[in-house]
Each structure stands twice: as C-alpha cells, then as structure tokens.
C-alpha cells in the first residue's frame, strides 16, 4: 500500500474520536421534540381523570341533556385561572364528548359572562342560574392547588339542582416545565 495512503488512512482515524466529540458536545437545547411532547403526562393525567369520571357516572345521567364544564380554577383564588386550568378544562370536556357525553360549549355562547383571560368560571352561585338557562343536567367543575414541584387537581361533577356530587377525581402532576409555563399568569 502506498505511503500516503496510509498516511491518510491514520489520520482519518486519529480524526474521528476528534469528530465524534464535537458533535456530542453541542449543547442540546431545552425545547421539547415529538417524542418527549407525544410522551407528556398532561394529556394522559388529563384523559384517565375524565375516563373515571365517566365510570362514575354510568346510568345518572340523561342521555338528552348536556353537561356543562366550567374553567379549572386556582383554589387559592377562585375567581383567577391560567392556561393550565383552561387547558385542563378543554382535554377534561373533549374526553368526556370522546366518550359519549353531551357537552356543551359555553365559549359560543353569548349569555354566559366570560371573564377576560379566565375562561368560563363558575361560582356556586352561578351554577344554578346557568344550567338551568341551558337546560343542563350537571356541570363539571374543579380547582388546582400548585406547590413547589407538584399540581394537585380535582374535579367533580355537580347536580346543579341539589348541589350533589355525582363523580369526583382527585389526581396529580409533576410540574416538568411545560406544566410550570402553564401556570404563569397571564
């Protein structure tokens, strides 16, 4: 063989671990790609809740009559929610519709009263005067308490009427960093 064949040949192997360093030594970025996003468990956490809720109340509900779903407020503060608590309210009714329950949309409505950047929030008071205007039948209501690394979440469905609790599910998220930017006031 050639000399500077060889040459050649022991300096592209000299080169490599060189190469092979650089490209492990860039930084990676703090973005979430497909499979760290597809994998979240906000979705799931937020999917089982519903599912559950949904066990809960097989045979007490009507199929003719719409359950309404109210914004997921801060318990501290009931009259303040974030993106999390709307977002959380939003996989809450779609799972529920998902599952065969009616639902119904109060974002296009015009007589429910829509605090700017809350969402549909719902005050005991409230709750009467709004379901019976919509003919429904249970609202879906809940709260979120944050603490430094956790979200707790509940949720229950309310008979309007009686103020009963016919299902009810308390579950919890780590707050990773997509939940924490969910959670800055906006």
Known sequence: MPTH?????????LALPLLLGACSSTPVKDEGNYS??????FIDANYKAADSLMHQLNGKLMADKPLIMATIVNIDALEQTTTLGRLVSEQL???LAQGGLSMLE???RNSVYLKRNQGEL????EIGE????HNA??????SYAETSDMVFINIK???????????????????EAIVRSMLQRN
């Open 5 to 13: 064949v060889l040459t050649l040949a022991r300096a592209s192997v």
């Open 93 to 95: 009714s779609t799972r």
């Open 137 to 142: 039948q249970a609202i879906v209501v809940g």
């Open 157 to 175: 469905v309310i008979q309007p009427n009686t103020n009963f609790v016919l299902a009810g599910q308390d579950y919890v998220l780590a707050k």
């Open 106 to 108: 109060m974002k296009l």
């Open 130 to 133: 709004v379901a019976t205007a």
């Open 122 to 125: 719902m005050l005991t008071r």
């Open 36 to 41: 760290t996003i597809s994998s979240n468990q």
